[in-house]
């Protein structure tokens, strides 16, 4: 089980990084620059008035449609200059510097390779922790691009060992065995009997963008589940739900304006973005509204998961649920779970609150989150961590509670499963923590 | 160790709450690097005031957790100039706030306009009432901005916050349900009034059945979602009662942090640097300009900040003395009646009327900062003063603020304080008592002043502020008719018992009323008579803008920070406007 977990975990490094930055984020203040200057965005406030021109402009667009900052962002803020550890109980591996300090010795062969067949520049393996298998599905041209852009990117000259790994897996030779077994290598092909726009959004969702390197559930190697795409993963405590077509935990009910508004504010009128997710808003807030409908519509094309009637919970467990939500949590989510749509997230035929995996509300009622802040919605709403206030019975009730009410429907959630992730998501269970100082 | 010097920014800013959050948002707008020092701490809804455990009593009023600390710096305080004055060493009668937000975190949320009249106070009595209606030791003056002026600035805060009220004077006429005496103003107010609970309904049928105007009090407090024009949103208040004295940790109460903070901290020519307490403003050789400030850090290092703009926006009180510390302007002497740094010191007069009912449950512990019906029949010279004896006047008015169980426990006259017939009196009236509250002007006095005190220090070795202030017997005359009128309302709603509290003697420091100090830093139409001119910018160093309620020449019968507001705003748009274009006196 342990070495399973480990991983899905290191087979998508995009999601740890940011997992980190999410679980704190009620006690760190990520929006607020105190006692320095707002970090200057990475030139990228505006990319969609450049997107298409030059190279350069065109690559550094395509690094936040793949949110290549969000690893490689380095622990002091530095855009690009790595150094950003994801945790494995191997170890911990950190993410790479791709400042021009580095990658004005790559030439547009190597990179495309690193991308194509997560091979590195020195001839070594690379990990799917970077996400590769989805990378293979950039074509050369955009991969020129981003290179080019990264060759702009001011230097930062840092050295740190990046792989921390304990034998045998500090052997990237390893990687090959692993790429012989899951990695499809291959440009993206689009399909001629698709719109242009649907196989935009196609190549962006399976390739640059990686969302199923969240989204889709993982092998016992850490590979995705090629049955499952999109049906949801849970990565280091947080759940990705599903994004099918499914009416009751996909985007079933969501329409294509729903989703662009999601992607590109964090917000919409049915959900709120949180934890992993909050942090990949940052590149989808940026994405053109063009790209941002692409996605929109691929998705929506997609076939329903299976629908699995979940059984009903015990009501006493309801009941229990109910008298902790009116005191603790209809202040803001409202006595019918409508809340405050795109200021509180509503929790009413909300598909998030109805996976059948309850990791994310777990964490989120445990530790708290904070909704991202973009140019759209400023407003970096949070909800305050209830893990001192409510115990693990209280808390499995109180989810039960709200997972079956309104016309929600989800299985019950047991005191141990809170438990364990109250274990694994309180401090003293954050190796990373000491690693980084 | 001489202090390390910084590199330069366009503008610093002394003091980080409503009014560095307003003049920030121009500024930054205008293209300037905007730097902020705060003493305090930052401060943010979910991590510093959740809703898991913002209502708790105890920490947050009773040990003062978001006001100032006492034993780091105070003030002393005396009643006038024959006494010696002695520092205060616990928080009463006013609670400035500490950290990021200031006391904008921890306010109830009522927001005013003042009456034109009141901007006019001098020039308006004596017309109407002749010259003796305004004794020699009354150092009233005109406001040097007129309503109209500040009408737009009145509207671009009350947007901001979102606040919850109904309409009196739209563009001159009068609305059924608003504030008949209030000035024209040029739209309605972005949301509707509160839900108005049992207390305040009682009032305003009573007031109404005497001839008096009730409308609902105008409130910070969110009568529904609200995004304000910056894009920042804020929540439905849940009328909890924890308003007055504590953060809200609902969205739902306008604050610099709930308004403006979300959109200016994202701005990359923003900073905000906190833990930084301003020691003085520097001046060069000439004394007529700021060169920047000096600051220390929470580790005790001292640092030269220099800058093109200084603008003091901390509160009054700190502004005022930062003034005197700094050298800036004469200090106010009360016997040549010369200088006018700390001269016209002001403040509030409030009273009660508590109301016991037998049949009716009131539910007192429901409530939002600015839940009320008001009425302002008596405020400003909304009324005939003719043969009364004093000027000013102030609104009336049933606000549930919420009865909080520490704070709150009413008794009838008579009622022992302790043993077990308080504690009968007390489970007989929690339920069904109600308080009418009055809200009075103060008016300038030659012998209300602050100025540096001779004995005290603070921790690095500075003068203590001296507040020499006493009501006088305008005040007092004022007041009483005020609680007279509260008593007359409170017997028409036809109660058990009243118990009338008049505001009896000399001005105490221990017994809270209102944190609305005012004067000190005073805005005139000549530089002979204020500190700052109508732009808040000092007559004497013209790079030098001194905001809030400092520039108030006296106080009106309402709450400050509309006022406060709208007047940053008004400075805000000249410096963006005129000074950036030629820096220099402005008037």
């Keep these: 089980m342990r070495l399973r977990r480990a991983w899905r975990l290191a087979s998508v490094l995009g999601p740890l990084v940011l997992l980190g930055a999410g679980s704190q984020a009620v006690s760190r203040q990520p929006d607020a620059a105190v006692d320095q200057a707002a970090p200057t965005p990475p030139a990228t406030r505006n990319p969609a008035a450049t997107a298409g021109y030059d190279p350069v402009s065109r690559g550094r667009y395509l690094t936040i449609a793949g949110n290549c900052a969000g690893c490689h962002m380095s622990p002091s803020g530095q855009p690009f200059a790595g150094g950003s550890p994801l945790r494995t ?13 580095v990658m004005r010795d790559w030439s547009q062969g190597q990179f495309y390779r690193a991308l194509h067949e997560g091979v590195g520049g020195g001839g070594s393996h690379l990990y799917p922790a970077f996400p590769y298998p989805y990378y293979t599905r950039i074509t050369r041209a955009d991969s020129d ?4 852009y990264l060759q702009t990117v001011p230097p930062v000259y840092n050295r740190f060992d990046r792989n921390k790994l304990k034998f045998p897996l500090n052997n990237r030779g390893l990687m090959a065995f692993w790429n012989a077994l899951f990695l499809k290598k291959g440009e993206f092909r689009p399909d001629p009997n698709r719109s242009a726009e649907w196989n935009r959004g196609a190549y962006l969702v399976e390739g640059l963008a990686h969302c199923g390197a969240c989204h889709t559930p993982k092998n016992l190697l850490g590979a995705d589940r090629r049955s499952a795409p999109l049906q949801g993963g849970v990565l280091d405590d947080w759940l990705a739900p599903d994004l099918t077509s499914n009416n009751r935990i996909g985007l079933g009910r969501w329409s294509t304006d729903e989703i662009v508004e999601y992607l590109k504010t964090g917000r919409n009128a049915r959900a709120s973005a949180s934890g992993a997710m909050g942090e990949v808003i940052a590149s989808t807030s940026q994405l053109t509204d063009a790209d941002a409908r692409a996605m929109a519509v691929y998705l929506k094309s997609r ?11 015990p009501a006493e467990q309801v009941r229990a649920g109910e008298a902790i939500f009116v005191d603790e949590c209809a202040g803001c989510h409202r006595m019918d779970g409508s809340a405050e749509p795109r200021m509180f997230s509503p929790l009413r035929e909300n598909a998030a609150v109805q996976q059948r995996d309850p990791t994310t509300l777990i964490r989120i009622v445990l530790n708290g989150s904070r909704a991202p802040a973009t140019d759209a919605r400023p407003t970096p709403t949070a909800m305050p961590a209830f893990g001192w206030k409510l115990n693990d019975r209280e808390v499995a ?5 709200v997972r079956n009410s309104w016309g929600n429907a989800a299985p019950a959630v047991r005191p141990r499963q809170v438990a364990k992730i109250r274990e694994d998501t309180s401090p003293s269970a954050w190796p990373l923590l000491k690693a980084q100082r | 160790m001489p202090p390390r010097k910084l590199p330069a920014v366009d503008a610093v800013m002394v003091g980080f709450g409503w009014t560095a959050a307003i003049m920030g948002l121009t500024l930054t707008d205008a293209g300037l690097k905007v730097l902020a020092l705060e003493r305090g701490d ?3 809804t979910a991590t510093d005031f959740a809703t898991t455990f913002d209502q708790d009593e105890l920490r947050y009023y009773w040990r003062h957790e978001l006001f100032e600390r006492l034993s780091r710096e105070t003030l002393t305080i005396r009643n006038n100039p024959s006494q010696t004055a002695l520092p205060m060493r616990h928080l009463g009668s006013f609670l400035p706030g500490v950290g990021v937000g200031g006391a904008g975190v921890h306010w109830n949320g009522q927001v005013w306009r003042f009456l034109p009249s009141d901007l006019k106070a001098r020039s308006h009595n004596i017309q109407r009432y002749g010259r003796a209606a305004v004794p020699a030791d009354m150092t009233i003056q005109d406001y040097p ?13 009350e947007y901001l916050c979102g606040i919850s009220g109904k309409a009196g004077n739209l563009n001159g006429k009068i609305l059924p349900g608003g504030n008949p005496f209030e000035g024209p103003r040029a739209r309605e107010y972005p949301n509707p009034p509160l839900e108005m609970s049992y207390p305040p309904k009682l009032f305003g049928e009573a007031a109404a059945s005497l001839g008096l105007h009730p409308f609902p009090h105008p409130a910070a407090n969110m009568s529904r979602a609200y995004t304000n024009p910056l894009g920042v949103q804020l929540g439905q208040c849940s009328y909890c009662g924890f308003c007055e004295k504590y953060a809200c940790g609902n969205y739902s109460k306008a604050s610099p942090q709930t308004t403006v903070l979300p959109v200016l901290m994202r701005r990359p020519n923003f900073t905000l640097r906190t833990g930084s307490e301003v020691l003085k403003v520097n001046l060069d050789s000439s004394g007529k300009r700021a060169t920047g400030v000096t600051y220390v850090n929470a580790r005790g290092e001292e640092f030269e900040q220099p ?5 003091l926006s901390a509160f009054i009180l700190h502004n005022v003395r930062l003034l005197l510390l700094s050298g800036i302007g004469q200090p106010y002497d009360p016997v040549s009646g010369k200088g006018q740094v700390g001269r016209n010191y002001a403040y509030q007069i409030t009273s009660s009327v508590n109301v016991f009912y037998d049949d009716k449950i009131l539910n007192p512990f429901i409530g939002a900062g600015a839940l009320g019906m008001i009425v302002d029949d008596f405020n400003g010279d909304n009324f005939d003063h003719s043969g009364k004896g004093f000027i000013g006047g102030g609104f009336v008015g049933v606000v549930q603020t919420g009865a909080r169980p520490i704070e709150t426990h009413p008794t009838p006259t008579g009622t022992p304080a302790w043993g077990s017939a308080w504690k009968k009196a007390f489970a007989r009236d929690y339920l069904k008592t109600l308080s009418i509250a009055t809200h009075g002007a103060v008016m300038s006095h030659r012998t209300n002043y602050l100025d540096l005190d001779p004995t005290y220090k603070d921790v690095f070795g500075r003068p203590l502020l001296r507040m020499t202030f006493d009501f006088t017997d305008n005040e007092h005359r004022m007041s009483n008719f005020l609680t007279d009128r509260a008593a007359e309302v409170a017997r028409a709603m036809q109660p058990r018992e009243i118990s009338v509290n008049y505001r009896k003697g000399s001005w105490d420091v221990v017994p809270y009323q209102t944190t609305h100090n005012t004067g000190g830093a005073v805005m005139s139409a000549d530089p002979g008579s204020g500190v700052v001119n109508r732009y808040l910018q000092s007559w004497n160093v013209p790079n030098l803008f001194v905001l809030g309620s400092g520039a ?8 400050p920070t509309g006022t406060v507001a709208a007047l940053t705003y008004w400075s805000a748009k000249a410096i963006r406007e005129r000074y950036l274009a030629s820096p220099g006196p402005l008037a």
Excluded: C, M
């Design chain 1, 89 to 101: 109980p191997f170890g911990v591996v950190l993410s790479a510097n791709i400042t021009s300090a």
């Design chain 1, 145 to 148: 691009a981003i290179l080019a």
């Design chain 1, 303 to 313: 076939a329903a998961s299976p629908e699995a009637a979940p059984r009903p919970p």
């Design chain 1, 397 to 401: 009730a109180v989810i039960t509670y």
């Design chain 2, 42 to 44: 930052w401060r943010d």
């Design chain 2, 145 to 157: 901005v007129s309503y109209e002026e500040l009408e737009p600035y009145y509207d671009e805060f």
């Design chain 2, 307 to 311: 800058a093109e703009l200084v603008i």
């Design chain 2, 552 to 559: 108030f020449p006296q106080n009106a019968g309402y709450n």
